[in-house]
């Protein structure tokens, strides 16, 4: 790890949202993108936060600090850098039932609105069928599911199957914490993107882009 994302790991566990956003903002001027400030930055210093919790250096109390400042941090990074126009689609984001885990997803929510997508962020815990319910009404291109607690996998079946049965053919993108350890295609079908890192996110946003992928699924082709 970097000793930038060692430096934010400090002040979000001392609650430190003024010291954290300086730091951020630091990296900024030095050149550094969003895919930098959130893969090189923020992303390893919450799982460097996790391994200290794991080894008992920071206490249950001092994680929910450091996250709640880390999400503080992500709402107001977005705020600056939302474009003009949302032009590349629509995306919704969520977590399944039982997942707590939303910080990763926000990040790759934020990032799809700086790129031009119009964005709707669900956040944890969303049921699914309040999820096909919103999925059905908005019509969403693509649908981003973040998974990071293996108790929530046995339900990842159903709701990949769900949105992908939905007449006008969203494409489900998965990743998440579990997507990087285990091999979760066999949770989905052939179409289902798995896309581990957030690094993986701006290929298939090219790709997509170059299939004419917005054209493709409002036609229902997929
Ligand atoms: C913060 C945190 C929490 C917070 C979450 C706050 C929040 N608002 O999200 C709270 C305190 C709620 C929490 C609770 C728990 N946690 Co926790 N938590 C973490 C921690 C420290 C950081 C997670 C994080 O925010 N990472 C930063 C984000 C940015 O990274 P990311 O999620 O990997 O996302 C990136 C990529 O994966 C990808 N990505 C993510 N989603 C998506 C989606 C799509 C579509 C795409 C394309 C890409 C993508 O892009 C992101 C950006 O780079 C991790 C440690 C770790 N190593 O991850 C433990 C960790 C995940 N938690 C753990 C545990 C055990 C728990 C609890 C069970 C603790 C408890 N006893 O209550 C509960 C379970 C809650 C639940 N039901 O889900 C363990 C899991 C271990 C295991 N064997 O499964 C970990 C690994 C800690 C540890 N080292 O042991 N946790």
Not at 23 to 37: D, F, H, P, T, V
Not at 42 to 70: F, K
């Amino acid at each position: 790890m970097n000793f930038h994302a060692e430096l934010l790991a400090e002040t979000l566990l001392s609650g430190d949202f003024k010291a954290s956003w300086s730091l951020i903002g630091s990296q900024r001027e030095a050149g550094k993108n969003s895919l930098y400030i959130y893969t090189r930055l923020l992303t390893p210093a919450m799982r460097y936060i996790g391994d200290l919790w794991e080894q008992n250096s920071v206490s249950v109390a001092d994680e929910h600090l450091a996250s709640s400042v880390c999400d503080r941090l992500l709402t107001h990074y977005a705020a600056g850098r939302e474009p003009l126009q949302s032009t590349a689609g629509k995306a919704m984001f969520l977590c399944m039932e039982q997942e707590m885990h939303f910080l990763g997803l926000k990040t790759i929510s934020s990032y799809f609105q700086e790129c031009g997508w119009h964005t709707r962020f669900y956040g944890p815990n969303l049921p699914l069928e309040y999820a096909l319910i919103a999925a059905s009404n908005w019509k969403p291109q693509v649908i981003g599911i973040s998974v990071s607690m293996v108790y929530a996998l046995p339900a990842l079946s159903a709701y990949i199957e769900a949105f992908e049965a939905l007449p006008h053919r969203p494409v489900v993108l998965l990743g998440g914490r579990l997507a990087s350890r285990y091999r979760l295609q066999p949770h989905g079908s052939p179409s289902t993107v798995i896309l581990p890192e957030m690094e993986d996110v701006q290929d298939w946003m090219s790709s997509y882009a170059r299939a004419g992928g917005l054209l493709r699924s409002e036609k229902g082709l997929g």
